[in-house]
């Protein structure tokens, strides 16, 4: 199983940026595809982003294309999200996660195997 630490999170004004990362630890990583989720008060956790093991597709939400983008570092075992122009409407806890799957399943969070613990982002308006 994969362990996952997220970092990064904090309040931001509406227009800011923040830059979340995941750090993994544990065996074979490299063929972990991975995601991030947000979860806002009141809400069911939702799908925001996924990058596969190799790196060379990712996926977003409509809600935070154009605007958010996630990378990985499988040298460092670290996995990114980089947040512009945030909104209010971002307000949320954000997970990262880890999966054994393609990129057509990993909108999907029941798809997933490890969850980290999250990290709060706050956007004020």
């Known amino acids: 199983q994969v362990q996952l630490v997220e970092s990064g999170g904090g309040l931001v004004q509406a227009g800011g940026s923040l830059r979340l990362s995941c750090a993994a630890s544990?065996?074979?990583?490299?063929?972990?595809?991975m995601g991030w989720f947000r979860q806002a008060p009141g809400k069911e956790r939702e799908f925001v982003a996924a990058?596969?093991?190799?790196?060379?597709?990712?996926a977003y939400a409509d809600s935070v294309r154009d605007r958010f983008t996630m990378s990985r570092d499988n040298a460092k075992n670290l996995w990114y999200l980089q947040m512009n122009s945030l909104k209010p409407e971002d307000t949320a806890v954000y997970y990262c996660?880890?999966?054994?799957?393609?990129?057509?399943?990993?909108?999907?969070?029941?798809?997933?195997?490890?969850w980290g613990q999250g990290t709060q982002v706050t956007v004020s308006s």
């Open positions: 544990g065996r074979t990583l490299s063929r972990y595809s």
């Open positions: 990058i596969v093991w190799s790196g060379e597709a990712t």
């Open positions: 996660a880890a999966a054994l799957q393609s990129l057509r399943s990993l909108r999907d969070r029941r798809w997933y195997d490890s």
